[in-house]
């Protein structure tokens, strides 16, 4: 039997909420299939950590993780702590640092849960985000000029380079090549004359070793559109940093709540551990009632079961998820009166037990 070690980041807000929801899928689905085991190691970094230590995580934090099969997070970020303090001091240098420049976010409205466009459901919305994950937009260079004075500036550059361009699009085609064969690809090459060109010119020699793939350039405010009007067209996306985070969180809205969407954090060569997280934040105005939506830290969790190898639980836990969003109970999110606690008892009871339940995927 296969051990585990996750090491698990509730964080602030909701995240501290969800994460138990996502940790008790996965030990349920090991009770089912018997194939591995879960070993945890909880870290208390987050804003509260922070208000203590003067520090989001330890000057060792990266170190700390590092030995880890895959990290668990729930969500960074709370009042009381300036947000590009808290995500610069704990989630994006763990982006950085283990290499991890895929974030996949699949789309998916659910069967049971209505998206908010009329007559679009599953058939229409099932779309995988392919987000850049460690430069671009997000590379963190840049700098304040005469602060606080009539002549004071800002500087934030996008940085783009030719190896990771390649190597995201390269990853988006062989998705790509294992659905329906279409790549979009997020551009805004009109008006980003320098790093949209050359993301432009690099996706299509990548897609020259694809000739199987149908691949199409819009440029990302024309996709964006795209997602509400015909999101049937949608197949894999590719996006760089910065529209990849836009695009994402509409694809939630489109699922019908911000509580559903999942992100996977990955280094495809397995050198660093992946990390697993809801696409959503800290909700800090949800947060402490116990009414989040846990379906988001679930699906994250069936992602790293994917990510682990453990094909036969990932899928046992998208089914339960499945049957839940089916039947129900329902969080306040979409329209119900369960708390995260009633909801994840749900899901946990539905792992296993309805055999007849078909995955997506
Ligand atoms: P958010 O995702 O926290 O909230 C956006 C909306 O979605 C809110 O209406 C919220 O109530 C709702 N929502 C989010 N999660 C939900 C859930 N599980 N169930 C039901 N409803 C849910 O985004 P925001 O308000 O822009 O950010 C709040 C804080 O979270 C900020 O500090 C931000 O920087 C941080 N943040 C962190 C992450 C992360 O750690 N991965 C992601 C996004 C935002
Ligand atoms: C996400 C979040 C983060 C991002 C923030 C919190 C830095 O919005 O994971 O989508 O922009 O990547
Ligand atoms: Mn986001």
Known sequence: MTRYSIAVIPGDGVGMEVVPEGLAAIRRAAEVTGSYSIQTREFPWSCQYYLETGRMMPDDGIDQLSDADAVF?????????????????????????????????????????????????????????????????????????????????????????????????RYAFERARERKGRLASATKSNALQYTAVMWDEIVAEVGRDYPDVEVTNYHVDALAARFVTAPESLDVVVGSNLFGDILTDLGGALQGSLGLPASANLNPERRYPSMFEPVHGSAPRRAGQGVANPMAAVWAASLMLDHLGERDAARLVMDGLRHVALHGPRTRDLGGTATTAELGAAIVSSIGAFPEVVSGS
């Open 73 to 169: 997070l729930g969500a960074v970020g709370f009042p009381g702590v300036a947000d590009h303090v808290s995500l610069w001091g704990l989630l994006l240098p763990i982006r950085q640092s283990f290499d991890q420049y895929v974030n996949l976010r699949p789309i998916e409205v659910l069967d049971g849960i209505a998206s908010p466009l009329r007559d679009k459901g599953r058939a229409e919305i099932d779309i995988l985000c392919i987000r850049e994950n460690t430069e671009g937009e997000y590379a963190g260079l840049g700098g304040r000029f005469h602060v606080g004075r009539p002549e004071e500036s800002a500087v934030q550059t996008a940085m783009f380079t030719r190896r990771g361009v390649e190597r995201i699009a």
